[in-house]
């Protein structure tokens, strides 16, 4: 049946994988398998996952679903690729609220924070090197708008919505 | 009961809010939730952000995804967490639902192409500012800058997994404390 097999093939894809780009082999080869996409529509979701909100899961799975078996199939594509949230990020929530006062988790915290703080700025950079140089070239408008945005952010307190929607307009002048 | 219900509700409506605009790879949502529960409703600290976006990156599945539900669920339990979890993902389940529909249209659409640069441009600016928001919160104790480095050099030069690298950042964090002997 459609609904459980799109069901255990995302469950698949949620559970082995850290979620953005490293989902891309998996996803690839469990839908070719299945006949759910071609190979180049599943280049095109990579590109659609990259130009709207939302994770690259999610995406994947509503368009995966949608086009097997319309949007009942879409919802159980989308349970499926939630199901590590569901299971092992539940239990990590309990595990965590209950532990975080002692002595260990605690110590554990002091390293893990300026970690992260190291992966976000690594990613930081991995994303600039892809917006700002284009086919190695320096693609100055993009630089433009994304200095425009920071002042605008810092200096006069914009939100993030706001900021997002002003870029789309820069975007639409400047790109 | 009715207090619980009442926080899911205002949950699922944030991060509904919140699903709008996570362009660039799940990062931005850091920025997105300080704003929202950090700075304007002083639900958590920035610490307790730095927590959650660490362990939702280090688990399997969809990074912002466990990250909506750690935060959930240390608000109100299964209830909130999974009204978090309902809320990020229904735009863009929403949207791309009509971009399956419309496929054609959108793919080859220059203006939608043209806006969808800058706003790649802004997530540059989002995140960075999350980052130099952060830094009080990761920067407690002196070391804190050395694993930051060494972090930032493991993913970006050696291409290492996350979790691997936050692991070894517990371990570091663990043996340092004990070793200064502090509470």
Same mark, same amino acid.
């Given at each position: 049946m459609i609904f459980v097999e799109l069901f255990i093939a995302f469950c698949k894809i949620g559970f082995t994988s850290f979620g953005g780009m490293s989902m891309i082999p998996l996803i690839n080869s469990e839908m070719m398998n299945h006949g759910w996409m071609t190979h180049s529509e599943v280049l095109d979701i990579v590109a659609i996952a990259e130009m709207t909100p939302g994770p690259l899961g999610i995406n994947c799975a509503t368009f995966a679903g949608i086009r097997t078996a319309g949007v009942a199939g879409a919802l159980v594509a989308n349970l499926g690729i939630s199901m590590p949230t569901l299971t092992i990020c539940a239990l990590a929530a309990v595990f965590f609220e209950k532990f975080k006062d002692s002595k260990w988790l605690k110590g554990c915290m002091m390293g893990i924070r300026p970690a992260t703080l190291g992966l976000i700025s690594g990613a930081l950079v991995v994303l600039g090197e892809s917006n700002l140089i284009v086919e190695n070239v320096f693609y100055w408008p993009a630089a433009v708008i994304a200095i425009a945005v920071g002042i605008l952010m810092y200096k006069?307190?914009?939100s993030i919505p706001a900021a997002i929607v002003l870029a789309g307009v820069m975007g639409l002048v400047l790109a | 009961m009715q207090e619980k219900l009442k926080i899911a509700g205002i949950i699922f409506y944030s991060f509904m809010k919140i699903g709008c605009v996570t362009f $660039?790879? $799940? /990062?931005g949502i850091v920025a997105q939730m300080q704003e929202e529960?950090?700075?304007?409703?002083? /639900?958590?600290?920035e610490e307790e952000l730095m927590d959650y976006t660490s362990v939702g990156k280090s688990i399997p599945g969809t990074m912002i995804a466990n990250v909506s539900y750690l935060f959930g669920y240390h608000m109100g339990g299964v209830i909130c967490g999974i009204a978090a979890l309902l809320g990020i993902t229904f735009v863009p389940l929403v949207l791309l639902t009509f971009i399956t529909l419309f496929y054609n249209n959108v793919k080859d659409n220059i203006y939608i192409m043209k806006a969808l640069v800058g706003i790649r441009a802004a997530v540059l600016p989002i995140i960075g500012l999350a980052i130099w928001n952060l830094r009080k919160a990761a920067f407690k104790k002196r070391y804190g800058y050395a694993i930051a480095l060494g972090s930032f050099l493991l993913y970006y030069f050696?291409?290492?997994q996350s979790f691997i690298i936050v692991i070894m950042g517990a371990v570091l964090g663990l043996l340092l404390t004990e070793r200064s002997g502090e509470k």
């Open positions: 006069f307190k914009f | $660039g790879g $799940g /990062w529960f950090v700075d304007k409703r002083h /639900w958590i600290t050696m291409n290492m």
